[in-house]
């Protein structure tokens, strides 16, 4: 099935960042919103009303955030997934904050998980996208090792009255390493997901993203090692046109 699209399709994604103490015990909260736009099939994307929100207790409401300007208009061509991977793919973002960051990463895998395996997938019959874990360079700031992704395809499900196929996505026991200016971070992750594509013309209609990340942070000159834990949990759906 081809990817099939008539004029610009415009989504919102909003992932929530939920920081806790190893035993659970809530920290703070942050929000990260905003618009992206598909300008063609051929892989234009473009970012724009780029939010960061963020919130004490995990009851509280999140204010409307503060405009992150250096995304408004952030254009590019995705000619494969190595060009964001790059330092110089984010010239001008922020070195210490990967948020930003992760809002194009995140995009990118689940077009990526939708359209580039679709038709390799069989009902409920889990298929590996490689035989051995792999190193993810995070755009100079460090490594991210997908240990084994899995894509299934898991049934048949409806959204804005549209027929999709559902496929979940899952990655356990991943590892990683970053470091922003003197601070270093080492950490594991497992994360998943579902997303729904049409049969009609292999548009996503919607995309979830959860997230369990432990990190243990040296920060300079202190001997002791902090060790804290991040909750992601995301939605990635289609704005009216």
Not at 11 to 22: G, H, M, N, S, V
Not at 23 to 37: C, D, F, Q
Not at 142 to 157: A, C, D, K, P, Y
Not at 196 to 209: F, G
Request: hydrophobic share 35%.
């Amino acid at each position: 099935m081809q990817l099939r699209q008539d004029g610009p399709r415009r989504y919102r994604f909003i992932c929530d960042y939920l920081y806790t103490e190893p035993l659970g015990n809530p920290l703070w909260k942050e929000r990260m919103s905003a618009e992206y736009t598909r300008t063609s099939a051929g892989g234009g994307a473009r970012w724009s009303n780029v939010r960061i929100a963020r919130a004490k207790g995990f009851e509280e409401p999140f204010p409307e955030g503060e405009v992150q300007p250096f995304m408004e208009g952030f254009e590019y061509v995705l000619g494969s997934a190595k060009d964001t991977l790059k330092p110089e793919f984010f010239r001008g973002f922020p070195a210490a904050d990967m948020k930003p960051k992760n809002l194009v990463w995140d995009t990118h895998m689940i077009e990526d998980f939708a359209w580039r395996y679709f038709d390799k997938l069989e009902l409920n019959r889990p298929y590996a996208l490689q035989t051995a874990p792999e190193d993810v360079p995070l755009a100079g700031a460090g490594t991210f090792q997908n240990r084994r992704v899995e894509l299934t395809w898991t049934g048949i499900s409806k959204r804005a009255d549209r027929i999709c196929a559902l496929i979940r996505y899952e990655a356990f026991g991943n590892k990683f390493e970053a470091s922003a200016g003197n601070v270093i971070a080492r950490g594991r992750s497992h994360y998943w997901g579902e997303i729904w594509v049409s049969l009609r013309d292999k548009q996503i209609e919607y995309a979830t993203l959860l997230e369990d990340v432990l990190t243990e942070v040296s920060p300079p000159g202190q001997p002791a090692k902090q060790l804290f834990s991040v909750f992601r949990k995301g939605t990635f759906e289609p704005l009216p046109k």
